[in-house]
């Protein structure tokens, strides 16, 4: 694990190599990532449960004739 002096070391180097424009550039992005990320989760279960409610509701016996 590291000491918050040698995680504060890190973020120093990190901003003089990248400069602060580009960190804040990066950080938007990766922000942009995590909402499509999220966004795809729920449309993706949303799907999901879609499809086990219209499964659950069709209670009709298959290859049975109506009567």
């Known amino acids: 694990m590291a000491s918050p002096i040698q995680l ?3 973020a120093v ?3 003089v190599l990248f ?3 580009k960190i804040a550039s990066m950080m938007g992005e ?3 990532g995590i909402t499509a990320f999220k966004r795809g989760v729920r449309e ?3 799907e999901i449960e879609k ?3 219209d499964q659950a ?3 009709t016996p ?3 004739d109506k009567v």
């Open 13 to 15: 180097v990190i901003l």
């Open 57 to 59: 509701r069709d209670v």
């Open 8 to 10: 504060l070391l890190i």
């Open 19 to 21: 400069g602060r424009g």
């Open 51 to 53: 499809a086990a409610s």
């Open 30 to 32: 990766f922000g942009k």
């Open 44 to 46: 993706g279960s949303e």
């Open 62 to 64: 298959e290859g049975k």
